[in-house]
Nanobody
Framework: QVQLVESGGGLVQPGGSLRLSCAAS????????MGWYRQAPGNERELVAT???????DYADSVKGRFSISRDNDKNTGYLQMNSLKPEDTAVYYC???????????????WGQGTQVTVSS
């Protein structure tokens, strides 16, 4: 029904930057909330940032001032700009979206497959 595809991960040195993208496709009437989560080995998946369809944003304390979430509603795409990266930011980053499939339907949550971000010198 709906596919989320993340891209933009990779290996970066401490202090560097990366920009993640999350492209949504399929049977989409409206994407409400979009979010980025991450999971490091041995840890639970944690919320990084969220953005509503109106542009309201929220961030985990650990990334405030360094990461910026945005979205292009016309392209059904979300972004996560990550600056001043630290080794502790190393994780698999997942995109999540609350999607309304058609007028009058409920909202359903979808996940991407994840993209690896490694911060290391």
């Amino acid at each position: 029904q709906v596919q989320l595809v993340e891209s933009g991960g990779g290996l970066v040195q401490p202090g560097g930057s990366l920009r993640l993208s999350c492209a949504a496709s399929g049977n989409i009437f409206m994407i409400w909330r979009m979010g980025w989560y991450r999971q490091a080995p041995g840890n639970e998946r944690e919320l990084v940032a969220t953005i509503t369809n109106g542009g309201n944003t929220d961030y985990a304390d650990s990334v405030k001032g360094r990461f910026s979430i945005s979205r292009d509603n016309d392209k059904n795409t979300g972004y996560l700009q990550m600056n001043s990266l630290k080794p502790e930011d190393t994780a698999v980053y997942y995109c999540n979206a609350d999607v309304q499939l058609q007028i009058g339907s409920g909202r359903y949550g979808f996940w991407g497959q994840g993209t690896q971000v490694t911060v290391s010198s």
